[in-house]
């Protein structure tokens, strides 16, 4: 089945051919503007009998889709890490209305709390869930080759700083995708006024209508226990990169 996202060409019988101009993956809408028209029509997936331009019918919810891209972003850098990107590294924590996850991918030094900074390397399932992609040139649906290669060609210098051996690292995510690819992902999100530090790596499904996670529990990555003190929390681990000085951001 193929990607819709802003962009789609598509075909209503009662329309003739349009484009999708925004979707949001959570309830199956879509806006759409047909022709000259300078408004833009709202349809739904499931009913309204929507076509792609060649023909070939869109069905909502067939299966449920991934309302955030964390599953997607640690197979991408689990395969990264196995041709020798050791070194890349990803976040993910909590939006504070709790209904989204943010993501962040960074290089170079395994440091969780002064994690460098570039630009398309992070966002938020909640812009994923009205256009479905990272936002480094990737296509929606992309493989997980194709979404590498993309962030290969959109910033080669980014990513060649990952470059480098970080074994336990590497080990350790690889046994956590192994665990919770396709239907989950972890978060780092943790706060210290949430009470004690749990024991095992909090895990989030990345679509709807998945049953709670029922694996093994799986630890904390490598150094993490480290980062804590008395129980107390380090502040600017939840700094948000606009909120950052532009003299921290690194280009």
């Known amino acids: 089945m193929k990607a819709v996202a802003p962009g789609t060409v598509i075909f209503h019988r009662h329309r003739g051919y349009g484009v999708i101009t925004s979707v ?10 047909f022709g000259s028209e300078i408004r833009t029509l709202d349809l739904n997936l499931s009913t309204d009998e929507l076509q792609h331009a060649d023909g070939e019918p869109i069905r909502f919810r067939r299966s449920p889709p991934d309302r955030m891209p964390h599953a997607r972003l640690m ?16 976040y993910s924590w909590p939006k504070p209305s709790g209904l989204h996850w943010r993501w962040h991918l960074f290089t170079g030094q395994r440091n969780w709390i002064e994690r460098s900074w570039r630009e398309g390397w992070y966002g938020s399932g909640a812009d994923y869930n009205f ?3 990272l936002g480094w040139g990737d296509a929606p649906g992309a493989t997980t ?20 051996r970080d074994e336990d690292h590497t ?3 690889d046994a956590v995708c192994e665990a919770l690819l396709p239907n ?28 709670e996670y029922a694996g093994p529990p799986l630890p904390w990555p490598p150094g993490w226990t480290r980062l804590w003190s008395n129980g107390r929390k380090l502040q600017t681990e939840f700094i948000h990169p606009t909120r950052r000085k ?3 951001t690194v280009k």
């Open 24 to 33: 949001n993956l959570l309830t199956g809408w879509v806006s759409a503007r």
């Open 75 to 90: 197979g991408m850098v689990r395969e990264l890490h196995r041709v020798g990107y050791q070194s890349l590294y990803l």
């Open 131 to 133: 256009n479905p992609i």
């Open 145 to 164: 080759q194709e979404l590498a290669s993309a962030l290969a060609q959109f910033d080669p210098q980014g990513l060649a700083q990952a470059l480098r």
């Open 171 to 173: 080990a350790w995510f």
């Open 184 to 211: 989950y992902a972890y978060t780092l999100g943790w706060d210290y006024r949430d009470g004690p530090l749990p024991e095992s790596l909090p895990v989030i499904p990345v679509r709807r209508n998945v049953p």
């Open 246 to 248: 532009r003299s921290d």
